[in-house]
Antibody
Framework: QVQLQESGPGLVKPSETLSLTCTVS????????WSWIRQPPGEGLEWIGY???????NYNPSLKSRVTMSTDTSKNQFSLKLSSVTAADTAVYYC??????????WGQGILVTVSS | EIVMTQSPATLSVSPGERATLSCRAT??????LAWYQQKPGQAPRLLIY???TRATGIPARFSGSGSGTEFTLTISSLQSEDFAVYYC?????????FGQGTKVEIK
C-alpha cells in the first residue's frame, strides 16, 4: 500500500525558507511524478508544482520564483523549499502522487505557520 | 490559467437524497477532470478521474459526467459518510487547478 508522510518544521519565520520532505513507502519514487499542494486554513487547494525522479520539475507560475523541488531516490523522498515566506504561505502542505494528472495518493498533510 | 468554478458553494441534502454538484471551466479541459472528497482534518480523497471513471474502491453511488467545460458529480443516495467538501480539478493545462469546493451538508 502506498503511503506518503510529510515532515518538517511547523513554524517558519517571515522571510525565511520553508523546507518540507515527503517520505514515500510502498512505491518507488522512480516510477511516478510527485507533487506538492497546499491549503490555507479554511480555504481551497492550490497546486505548488510537481517533480519526476530524474529532477524534471514544473512549478505553478504564481510561486515559481520561490519554489524548488528535489528528489532523493536513495531515501525514497522528495522535498519542497519555498523561500521568502510571508503569512500568506501559512497552510496545510500536502505531498501526493500523480497519475496522469490527478492525485491518487496523498499524505496526511502538515500545517506550516509563518509567524515571528 | 484555467479557472474552475463550482456550484453551489453549499448544498443541503437529506440522507438518502440525490446530490448534484457542478463544475465549470473557463476553457475546454476535454475529459481531464477529477473529483475529490475532503472531510475535516483529512487529506482529499480521489473519487473520479477522466471525468467519469471511479477510482479504486469508490462506491457506485458516485458518478461523474461531462466534458469540455461543464461537469457534474452526482451522489445518487447520500450516506452519512458522504457529507464533506467536494473539489473538482482540471489537468488539461498547466497549472492544474482546483475549484473552490462545494460543501455538502446535512439538511
Amino acid at each position: 500500500q502506498v503511503q506518503l508522510q510529510e515532515s518538517g518544521p511547523g513554524l517558519v519565520k517571515p522571510s525565511e525558507t520553508l523546507s518540507l520532505t515527503c517520505t514515500v513507502s510502498g512505491a518507488s519514487i522512480s516510477s511516478y511524478y510527485w507533487s506538492w499542494i497546499r491549503q490555507p486554513p479554511g480555504e481551497g487547494l492550490e497546486w505548488i508544482g510537481y517533480i519526476y525522479y530524474s529532477g524534471s520539475t514544473n512549478y505553478n507560475p504564481s510561486l515559481k520564483s520561490r519554489v524548488t523541488m528535489s528528489t532523493d531516490t536513495s531515501k525514497n523522498q522528495f522535498s519542497l523549499k519555498l523561500s521568502s515566506v510571508t503569512a500568506a504561505d501559512t497552510a496545510v502542505y500536502y505531498c501526493a502522487r500523480i497519475t496522469g494528472g490527478y492525485l491518487g495518493y496523498w499524505g496526511q498533510g502538515i500545517l506550516v505557520t509563518v509567524s515571528s | 490559467e484555467i479557472v474552475m468554478t463550482q456550484s453551489p458553494a453549499t448544498l443541503s441534502v437529506s440522507p438518502g437524497e440525490r446530490a448534484t454538484l457542478s463544475c465549470r471551466a473557463t476553457q475546454s479541459v476535454s475529459s481531464n477532470l477529477a473529483w475529490y472528497q475532503q472531510k475535516p482534518g483529512q487529506a482529499p480523497r480521489l473519487l473520479i478521474y477522466g471525468a467519469s471513471t471511479r477510482a479504486t474502491g469508490i462506491p457506485a453511488r458516485f458518478s461523474g459526467s461531462g466534458s469540455g467545460t461543464e461537469f457534474t458529480l452526482t451522489i445518487s443516495s447520500l450516506q452519512s459518510e458522504d457529507f464533506a467538501v467536494y473539489y473538482c480539478q482540471q489537468y488539461n493545462n498547466w497549472p492544474w487547478t482546483f475549484g473552490q469546493g462545494t460543501k455538502v451538508e446535512i439538511k
